[in-house]
């Protein structure tokens, strides 16, 4: 099996050239950074150890400071840089570089040898998922208007694209290209514009509503059932949850069904006094509730389908309680990642403003 050492060192060398001794100068590593497109100097000692990086920020900051071309890189260097050893995985690498807001981790052994570089590019690029997306795309977003007077809730415009596109984009980058758009209320404006994907270089089919069916009864018109589990979500979530993930949590507890679940908090504005009888037991200043949410996004098993008849209404509650009560294996899947529902008009301001739920 090939580890991180073999992939990093011997078939991407490229990180070998930003490479640089602590004896460098600014003036070398600001050549180095115009001549290497990877955007970062990786410092070692005489002894070839890993000591630090350099960015073209803390460049900027030493030139600020006072130091000149000429000047050592002693004063400028990253002493503490993140790093992670060879065998971390892929998936571990993207989440640290999402919560530290950086697109560089080098790779450091357990002697502090400098064996790789991840990079942003390389480790969001993600092996093809052969399980379809299907997205709740019907609803007339009457509690959104009047931005849906004239335009399906899924197509208003979220900086720039429409929310739906941001939905089909962000499981693109997992790897997902199958999608089934389950459209109805305004319904020819949204395939007029995705039409079968091609131009987003993925594959897009429609379930086409009569009336209707809420956020399960669509599925009863899939014609072909998937054969894999296939994920289904709302038109109107944005978030940064990892759809590849949320179906290994499905296959991994052998679910039939798998809700992704929002810890919420809901916190009581007034002191709570609990009593027994007229007898004051105790006082509560200003309590917090916790309870988990439906996020509005699920991974079904194909069998599934069998529940549901064709044209008939059902939400997804409603299925999982059908599930529930035929005992088959329904589980919550805990989402921390950002995630917004998008069903209100202070929802789309937030979802605007805020650059990095899932956009």
């Known amino acids: 099996m090939e ?30 950074l115009n001549e290497v497109p990877i955007k970062i100097v990786l410092v070692v000692s005489k002894a070839n150890k890993f000591l630090g990086t350099i960015s073209d920020g803390d460049i900027r900051r030493g030139l600020l400071q006072g130091l000149n071309l000429d000047s050592s890189i002693s004063k400028i260097i990253q002493y503490n840089a993140l790093v992670v050893p060879p065998d971390m995985s892929r998936e571990m690498v993207q989440q640290l570089m999402v919560v530290n807001k950086i697109y560089h981790i080098p790779i450091v052994d357990s002697e502090s040898n400098l064996v790789g570089l991840h990079l942003w590019d390389d480790v969001t690029v993600c092996p093809e998922r052969v399980n379809t997306m299907i997205i709740m795309a019907g609803g007339k977003g009457a509690r959104l208007l009047p931005h849906t007077q004239d335009c399906p809730k899924p197509m208003v415009l979220i900086r720039g694209k429409p929310m739906l596109e941001h939905i089909i984009e962000r499981a693109k980058a997992e790897g997902f290209n199958r999608f089934v758009l389950a459209i109805h209320h305004l319904g ?37 059932i998937p054969d894999e589990p296939f994920v289904v979500t709302n038109g109107d979530v944005i978030t940064d949850v990892r759809y590849g993930e949320l179906i290994d949590f499905h296959n991994l507890h052998e679910s039939s069904a798998t809700m992704a679940v929002r810890l919420h908090e809901l916190k009581n504005p007034f002191g709570v006094v609990h009593m027994k009888g007229v007898e004051i037991i105790r006082l509560e200043e200003k309590p917090i509730t916790q309870n988990y949410i439906n996020a509005g996004v699920y991974v079904l098993s194909p069998d599934v389908i069998a529940e549901l008849a064709v044209d008939a209404v059902c939400d997804m509650p409603t299925l999982f309680e059908i599930l529930h009560s035929k005992a088959k294996r329904t589980i919550a899947y805990p989402i921390h990642e950002d995630w917004l529902d998008v069903g209100r008009p202070g929802d789309l301001l937030e979802a605007n403003k805020i650059p990095n739920k899932g956009i």
Do not use: C, M
């Open 3 to 32: 580890t991180q050492d073999q992939s990093f060192s011997e078939k991407n060398s490229e990180w070998r050239r930003v490479v640089l001794p602590e004896a460098s100068s600014i003036g070398k590593v600001i050549f180095n």
């Open 188 to 224: 020819q404006i949204i395939e007029s514009y995705f039409g079968d994907g091609a131009w987003l270089d993925v594959n897009i089919d429609y379930l086409r509503e009569k009336s209707p069916l809420g956020t399960a009864g669509a599925l009863g018109l899939l014609n072909p």
